[in-house]
């Protein structure tokens, strides 16, 4: 166990944007890339790459100081397919190639809108990218295409915000966010940024320093508490405290970071103390492993953790989730309008075309220009039968093409398209963040704590 000033971090899962990244998605699900997990490590100053079956070393997918990082802790792969990481000590976000890792440029320079100990990471809904500014205690937004500033979502010390870390969009629409100094998390609306509630209040549950923050499987908070070297579960709607998913020091745990749902239902965690990746029963709890061995390829510090083909951690390749950017496992669609349940909220943009659901005629493919020749309400980009009026989308032997096109299709029929029906659903990318000791140190220091 560590005292307080040796807390490092935060984290998030995230809950991830997947605006305009159909391209992207489909020809990730084409090349049927291998699961890798990448972490920040904080002390050496790179993102390592592991093996998202066996948890053995890869590589050093961002090598050392590349473009100037220096303690990075927030990692998320964005619309565009790249990495972005906050930088902590140069209070900037850097962009890599998704692909490559190698570095691209200062997406947010430093110190931009006033950011101050930038953690974690997040693009929202609405395709923009939030990162909570530990030092000033607030969450900046920044244009999710230029990084340029665009305001401070969560103004400093909003309803007592204090050294921010994780960030997570839920399925209500709403942003929340770990506050350190607080031991809480809170709850802002995801639209505006209003304060809405202590989602969970002040040591809930007896959390203590809260950083990473994930929704799992069951539809629950999961929050890493760095002094009591646990994982908390709250419930997802309430937030009223259900149990210690994971148990003090359950397998060495010491400091805990970074937190997600892996592509086995199981919960990884960075041991921030122990420099190792930490496995749970998804389910129980229960201690499996440790997945990425002390120091393994270097690892020293470990921040944020994410698996490169989930991006909310829930489970459910990017290329299949019909809500890439909440978890929801059971994939429930009460609608069968593609769209998953918890994605619903009509406040989202899930395409990121810049048409929120409640006025997009086709909320799961991007385009903007909503054309919908036939008047079916339902946009050609998704349209089973574009040419020819099928409101209800009937396609009884599920070939992609509407049933009003099939009994059987005249060669010279109007819907000689409609053969063009079967598209590919986008896939995305993802998120998660954190920190190591050293810069909790620093920015201690900086901010006269």
Same mark, same amino acid.
């Given at each position: 166990?560590?005292?307080?000033?040796?807390?490092?971090?935060?984290?998030?899962?995230?809950?991830?944007?997947?605006?305009?990244?159909?391209?992207?998605?489909?020809?990730?699900?084409?090349?049927a890339?291998?699961?890798?997990?990448?972490?920040?490590?904080?002390?050496?100053?790179?993102?390592?790459?592991?093996?998202?079956?066996?948890?053995?070393?890869?590589? =050093?997918?961002?090598?050392?100081?590349?473009?100037?990082?220096?303690a990075?802790? !927030?990692?998320?792969?964005?619309?565009?397919?790249?990495?972005?990481? +906050? @930088?902590?000590?140069?209070?900037? *976000?850097?962009?890599?190639? &998704?692909?490559?890792?190698?570095?691209?440029?200062?997406? *947010?320079?430093?110190?931009?809108?006033? %950011?101050?100990?930038?953690?974690g990471?997040?693009?929202?809904?609405?395709?923009?990218?939030?990162?909570?500014?530990?030092v000033?205690?607030?969450i900046?937004?920044?244009?999710?295409?230029?990084?340029?500033?665009?305001?401070?979502?969560?103004?400093?010390? @909003?309803?007592?915000?204090?050294?921010?870390?994780?960030?997570?969009?839920?399925?209500?629409?709403?942003?929340?966010?770990?506050?350190?100094?607080?031991?809480?998390?809170?709850?802002?609306?995801?639209?505006?940024?209003?304060?809405?509630?202590?989602?969970?209040?002040?040591?809930?549950?007896?959390?203590?320093?809260?950083?990473g923050?994930?929704?799992?499987?069951?539809?629950?908070?999961?929050?890493?508490? !760095?002094?009591?070297?646990?994982?908390?579960?709250?419930?997802?709607?309430?937030?009223?405290?259900?149990?210690a998913?994971?148990?003090?020091? @359950?397998?060495?745990?010491?400091?805990?970071?970074?937190?997600?749902?892996?592509?086995?239902?199981?919960?990884?965690?960075s041991?921030?103390? $122990?420099?190792?990746?930490?496995?749970?029963?998804?389910? $129980?709890?229960?201690?499996?492993?440790?997945?990425?061995?002390?120091? +393994?390829? &270097?690892?020293?510090g470990?921040?944020?953790?994410?698996?490169?083909?989930?991006?909310?951690?829930?489970? *459910?390749?990017?290329?299949?989730?019909?809500?890439?950017?909440?978890s929801?496992?059971?994939?429930?669609?009460?609608?069968?309008? !593609?769209v998953?349940?918890?994605?619903?909220?009509? =406040?989202?943009d899930?395409?990121?075309?810049?048409? @929120?659901?409640?006025a997009?005629?086709?909320?799961?493919?991007?385009?903007?220009?909503?054309?919908?020749?036939?008047?079916?309400?339902?946009?050609d980009a998704?349209?089973?039968?574009?040419?020819?009026?099928?409101?209800?989308? =009937?396609?009884?032997?599920?070939?992609?093409?509407?049933?009003?096109?099939e009994?059987?299709?005249?060669?010279?029929?109007?819907?000689?398209t409609?053969?063009?029906?079967?598209?590919?659903?986008?896939? %995305?990318?993802?998120?998660?963040?954190?920190?190591?000791?050293?810069?909790?140190?620093?920015?201690?220091?900086? =901010?006269?704590?």
């Open positions: 166990m560590m005292t307080k000033n040796r807390v490092s971090g935060m984290g998030s899962q995230c809950a991830l944007t997947w605006a305009a990244v159909l391209a992207l998605g489909a020809a990730a699900g084409a090349s890339q291998p699961v890798r997990l990448l972490v920040g490590s904080s002390i050496t100053n790179q993102v390592l790459r592991y093996n998202g079956d066996t948890g053995t070393f890869s590589d =050093a997918f961002v090598p050392a100081a590349s473009g100037g990082l220096n990075p802790f !927030g990692l998320v792969f964005g619309p565009d397919g790249n990495l972005y990481v +906050s @930088s902590g000590i140069t209070d900037s *976000v850097l962009r890599y190639n &998704g692909a490559t890792g190698a570095f691209i440029d200062a997406f *947010v320079p430093t110190a931009a809108g006033g %950011l101050d100990g930038p953690e990471l997040i693009f929202g809904p609405d395709g923009n990218l939030y990162v909570s500014s530990y000033t205690g607030s900046l937004r920044y244009n999710g295409a230029t990084g340029v500033f665009i305001d401070a979502f969560v103004p400093t010390g @909003s309803a007592g915000l204090t050294f921010p870390r994780g960030l997570v969009f839920g399925r209500d629409g709403n942003l929340y966010v770990s506050s350190e100094s607080t031991d809480s998390v809170l709850r802002y609306n995801g639209a505006t940024g209003a304060f809405i509630d202590a989602f969970v209040p002040a040591a809930g549950g007896g959390l203590d320093a809260p950083i923050l994930v929704f799992g499987p069951d539809g629950h908070l999961y929050v890493s508490s !760095g002094l009591t070297a646990s994982v908390l579960r709250y419930n997802g709607t309430t937030g009223g405290f259900i149990d998913f994971v148990s003090a020091a @359950s397998g060495g745990l010491d400091v805990p970071i970074g937190l997600v749902f892996g592509p086995d239902g199981n919960l990884y965690v041991s921030a103390s $122990t420099d190792s990746i930490l496995r749970y029963n998804g389910v $129980t709890g229960a201690f499996i492993d440790a997945f990425v061995a002390a120091a +393994s390829g &270097g690892l020293d470990p921040t944020f953790l994410i698996f490169d083909n989930d991006g909310d951690g829930d489970g *459910v390749p990017d290329a299949a989730d019909n809500c890439r950017f909440v929801n496992t059971d994939q429930t669609d009460n609608e069968g309008d !593609g998953g349940n918890v994605c619903d909220n009509v =406040a989202f899930n395409d990121g075309d810049g048409v @929120s659901n409640g997009d005629n086709c909320p799961i493919v991007s385009n903007s220009d909503q054309a919908d020749p036939d008047g079916d309400g339902k946009g998704c349209d089973n039968c574009p040419a020819t009026f099928n409101a209800d989308q =009937a396609d009884s032997d599920a070939d992609g093409i509407g049933d009003v096109c009994t059987p299709p005249p060669a010279d029929s109007a819907c000689g409609c053969a063009q029906g079967v598209f590919p659903v986008a896939g %995305l990318v993802l998120p998660a963040w954190l920190i190591g000791w050293r810069l909790r140190r620093a920015r201690r220091a900086r =901010a006269g704590k």
